[in-house]
């Protein structure tokens, strides 16, 4: 430990020597953002941020809102007087209720309504503002809105009667405004209302009497104001006022002295400026900055001190412009420069990384004396002397040769001697006679020079030296008896060491010795010489995660860490094995070059994108880039150490990053998630009160109303962190689909569907700081896809209804058929009984009487009328059995039967008759019911004509209208007397038969001139 101790207090001395030589530096770099991020080209006039944190540029080719990612353009459409009325913007003012005031350079003012993304226009046409050309939009403490004019004075708006009240120069007026072109408006703390102008000086408002007092430049009192061309005001003090004059630069104006001070009247001016065209102001704690047309100043008040910031031309960190147009301060502490030739960011917010940068002069590249060392390429070769803290140099003078110009590792024993490492192998000054010497060592018997670049030393306990090489192996040296040996790997050795390119060497407090290769990690057994392998196993995940071994680092609690090319390892040692910490769980890269731990025992580590911080305790993992400060870091992984006071010191590309861990603190604030956009087939959808989908900023709605027609549809958001957006990280999940949060990067920002079903969704998305805060509460958007309307409630209730409907039907038609069969085989029972049955009980009254009679002739009597019986049963069977029989449900048939019956009675009966029939070329049908009654009615009336008529002469005719059938029989008889009003059985039977059938019955007796019946009635 005595030589580890020594080690140690050598390298301090080499950092505290190339500190005070090369110097410390905090870069303030500014990020550009123009035409390529997608930002209108030119001036970037005005700035603000509005409520949900959007920023909004005002540009002379329109108003960008800006998400840290993309803008958005709302420019002058042509016919639409809900848009832009002129694109070129001078001034943008964010009111109480969240409305911008955009002040135009030509198209007048203009309200812009956030919400529904709409622009309502003030002119000087249709209201009463005095110019078109405004220059500034300014809110007092009152919440009155003025406005500058450049050719109509200064403006009050009234916000309730949309009025404007005019302030204009009156020549012969001395207390009307001093000029009509009026530059700058500001109210101080004690509410008096000052008016710069661009060619009459400043302006004092009085409300009470609307007037000014003007305060001009007098070339006879150089204590007045130096320029008369007011370009910005803001308060400096209570009673003091500093003024932006565009030819003087900077005033300094004590109120209540009324005295101008400026670079002109006071010797040692503190706020002068190179360039006297000052254009802007911004206050910001204890810092002014100052915008003119040659670059950008920061005055700090409490310090006096000055800084400017220019543009360079190879330089992309710089400005991108000189000319200053606008400064503003966001929410998340970055400041934003408006230019001529767009926007600049400055992060306020960059940790405490402070950097120690090389001199190209010095001509070197070298590290601490334990690892800092790697490169040295020079013909000189520095260290620190531990006693009088001066820096010497080695050079060619020493013995280093020019093949010797690489050195790779160096440190100082307990003899003052420096050892060196290069690709000749290790060799130590001897500072008494100035010469390096070679280290020999035997191998297999033979004496021979190492030939191998020593990667790395490193003093055991015993205070011996090893050094790993790089295709050399290990090299023991005792330094006490100068006996050297080395260790080499063997494929036919198993316990030689896993490969000879050896880098990290470590012996930890359990008295373990630890060898880092490119081929794995391995524990040296020293009493046996034996190396127990740790390596890669793919099938294995508590193996290493990679063979190729950068650093082990053991920390206080006594944990081992193994960095790898492929993760950062933490060896489990009553397990003996490893777990795994990778990009999977946060790591920036997984290279882990470097290993350092802080007094809060979080792990330090230089990866190859960076340096990220690792609590083992919670796992939570930071990331660090350029973006934070650092330098770039493509070289020099291996370089790092941390101090006695517990600073450290982290390798780079130009020099080394230096940092207090303590003083690298997070942004602890979550961030505020708002949807920017919505895309139905990759089409933006803009607001409209037209539109089906948004009539207002998709922000502002909770609710989605989508068509199942919109197959493929994209929601875009952002978590509005312009601090380092790109480091932001999102999550989103679309609850009703899948309740799995998805991860993505900043580089996405967006989720896009497709083919989702009908129904209701909720999309949650959160995200992180650029500090990996992640948001309190998700922000969420419910989503709805109406179904088509064949899967909308309304039309299955209506599908569903009409089924039942059917089913009623079916049961009702199948019922009414049962209930008409039941009828039918009632109805054919009742006439079974009243017809068949009567005669049946006739024949059997016959066949008794035949039975009790005597006489002959009587039982012949019976026979006959037994047999005529019969007859009449066969006849009212068949009919019955005719009128059942579907069949027989055709007109035609009806018209052959009724034919045939009609013609045997009329014939045996030696009347004469004509049947005229229709003519048929569509078959009709008469229904059972219908065809029964109907029979019966025709039969009847034959009969009664036969029986009753005593004729000579029947016609009968059947006409056929549509649908309609007329039955006409009449005879040339004597006819029936019409006074007799007892109808006959048969008369009755045939009216309630017409009846049955909704016929229109007609029976005409003429008497003594024959009968005539008319039936007319519907078949169907």
């Not at 001093?178 to 409300?207: A, H, M, Q």
Request: aromatic share 14%; charged share 25%; hydrophobic share 35%.
């Amino acid at each position: 430990m005595l030589y580890y101790h020594k080690i140690k207090l050598t390298i301090l001395i080499l950092f505290f020597v190339l500190s005070s030589v090369f110097g410390q530096h905090n870069k303030d770099n500014f990020v550009r953002i123009g035409t390529e991020q997608g930002l209108t080209p030119g001036n970037v006039n005005d700035i603000l941020q509005d409520s949900l944190g959007f920023l909004w540029f005002g540009t002379e080719s329109g108003l960008c809102r800006y998400d840290g990612y993309t803008f958005k353009i709302f420019q002058n459409e042509l016919g639409d007087s809900n848009s832009l009325s002129f694109d070129n913007i001078f001034s943008l003012l964010l009111d109480e209720a969240g409305i911008i005031w955009i002040g135009t350079l030509g198209g007048g003012l203009n309200r812009f309504d956030t919400k529904t993304e709409t622009f309502k226009r003030y002119d000087k046409i249709k209201n009463s503002l005095s110019y078109n050309t405004i220059f500034k939009v300014y809110k007092d403490s009152e919440n009155r809105i003025w406005i500058s004019t450049l050719g109509g004075g200064l403006n009050l708006f009234n916000k309730d009667t949309e009025q404007f009240i005019v302030y204009k120069n009156v020549p012969d007026n001395l207390n009307s405004i001093s000029s009509n072109t009026v530059s700058s408006i500001y109210e101080d703390n004690k509410k008096r209302l000052w008016v710069g102008t661009f060619d009459g000086g400043l302006n004092l408002f009085n409300p009470k009497t609307n007037s000014f007092t003007h305060f001009k430049n007098d070339k006879n009192n150089k204590m007045s104001i130096n320029h008369n061309q007011i370009m910005d005001i803001i308060a400096c003090g209570d009673d003091s006022l500093m003024i932006a004059t565009f030819g003087g630069g900077i005033n300094i104006f004590d109120i209540k002295r009324k005295k101008f001070f400026n670079s002109e009247n006071e010797k040692d001016f503190f706020y002068s400026t190179e360039h006297k065209n000052v254009r802007k102001f911004y206050k910001e704690n204890d810092n002014i900055w100052v915008g003119t047309y040659n670059g950008l100043y920061k005055f700090n008040t409490k310090r006096k001190s000055k800084k400017r910031y220019i543009y360079e031309q190879n330089n992309l960190a710089s400005l991108s412009n000189n000319k200053i147009r606008e400064i503003f301060k966001d929410k998340s502490n970055n400041i934003w420069i408006g230019t001529i030739n767009g926007a600049n960011k400055l992060n306020l917010n960059k940790k405490k990384f402070d950097f120690v940068k090389y001199d190209d002069k010095d001509l070197i590249k070298s590290g601490n004396l334990v690892e800092l060392a790697n490169y040295i390429k020079s013909s000189s070769l520095i260290w620190g002397e531990k006693v009088n803290k001066k820096i010497k140099y080695f050079n060619n003078n020493y013995s280093v040769s020019k093949k010797q110009l690489y050195y790779s590792n160096s440190y100082f024993d307990d003899k003052g001697r420096l050892w060196i490492g290069n690709y000749n192998g290790l060799k130590y000054f001897n500072k008494n006679n100035k010469e390096f010497k070679y280290v020999e060592y035997v191998s297999h018997g033979s004496s021979e020079v190492l030939n191998n670049l020593v990667k790395s030393f490193y003093i055991d306990k015993n205070g011996d030296l090893w050094a790993g090489t790089l295709g050399g192996g290990l090299t023991y040296y005792d330094m006490q008896r100068n006996i050297s040996k080395n260790f080499i790997h063997s494929e036919e050795d198993r316990y030689s060491i896993s490969d000879s390119r050896v880098f990290p060497i470590y012996e930890d407090s359990y008295n373990n010795f630890w060898v880092g290769t490119y081929g794995g990690l391995n524990r040296f057994v020293k009493e046996q010489e034996k190396f127990i392998k740790y390596i890669y196993d793919p099938s294995n995940e508590t193996s290493l995660s990679n063979d190729r071994i950068y650093s082990i680092f053991e920390a206080e609690d006594r944990t081992l860490w193994i960095g790898t090319y492929q993760g950062l390892n933490k060896y489990i040692k009553d397990k003996d094995n490893f777990e795994r910490i990778t990009v999977k769980e946060g790591l920036l890269d997984n290279t882990i070059y470097c290993i350092l731990e802080d007094e809060r025992n979080n792990l330090w580590l230089r990866t190859g994108k960076g340096i990220s911080k690792y609590n083992p305790q919670k796992k939570i993992i930071r990331n660090y880039t350029i973006e934070d400060g650092i330098d770039a870091i493509e070289a020099n992984g291996s370089i790092c150490f941390k101090d006695k006071n517990g600073k450290m010191f982290f390798g780079g590309l130009n020099g080394f990053n230096t940092f207090y861990p303590k003083d690298i603190k997070n942004n602890n604030d979550a961030p505020k998630i708002v949807f920017t956009d919505l895309k139905i087939f990759d089409k933006s959808i803009n607001i409209s009160k037209e539109n089906d989908y948004l009539n207002q900023s998709l922000n502002e709605i909770n609710e989605l109303e989508l068509s199942y027609k919109d197959k493929i549809f994209t929601i875009q958001f952002s978590a509005l962190n312009f601090t380092i957006p790109s480091k932001t990280n999102y999550a989103y999940k679309l609850k009703g689909f899948n309740d799995n949060w998805k991860y993505i990067g900043s580089e996405e920002r967006e989720v896009t569907f497709t083919n989702l079903n009908s129904g209701k969704y909720v999309l949650h998305v959160k995200a992180t700081n650029n500090d990996g805060v992640w948001s309190d509460k998700s922000r969420k958007l419910i989503i709805i896809i109406s179904p088509p309307y064949w899967q909308t409630w309304w039309f299955r209730l209506l599908i569903a209804g009409f089924i039942m409907a059917i089913i009623f039907i079916f049961y009702e038609v199948k019922l009414s058929k049962l209930l008409e069969i039941e009828k039918t085989r009632a109805k054919i029972a009742r006439n079974l009984h009243d017809d068949v049955g009567g005669t049946l009980a006739s024949i059997q009254y016959f066949v008794n009487a035949i039975k009790q009679s005597k006489d002959q002739k009587n039982t012949e009597k019976f026979l006959d009328l037994i047999v005529e019986s019969s007859n009449d049963v066969q006849e009212k069977v068949r009919d019955i059995i005719w009128t059942v029989n579907p069949k027989e449900d055709g007109l035609s048939k009806f018209m052959v039967k009724f034919n045939r019956y009609a013609s045997d009675i009329f014939d045996s009966n030696g009347i004469n008759y004509k049947i005229n029939f229709p003519k048929i070329e569509t078959e009709k049908k008469i229904s059972m019911e219908k065809r029964q009654h109907f029979w019966f009615i025709c039969k009847e009336t034959v009969i009664n004509t036969v029986k009753h008529s005593k004729c000579d002469n029947v016609k009968v005719d059947f006409i056929l209208t549509g649908n309609k059938l007329e039955y006409i029989i009449y005879d040339d008889g004597i006819g029936c007397k019409k006074n007799n009003k007892n109808k006959g059985y048969g008369l009755k039977n045939i009216e309630f038969r017409a009846g049955k059938i909704n016929a229109d019955y007609k029976f005409e007796p003429n008497f003594p001139q024959g009968m005539k019946t008319t039936v007319l009635f519907e078949l169907s």
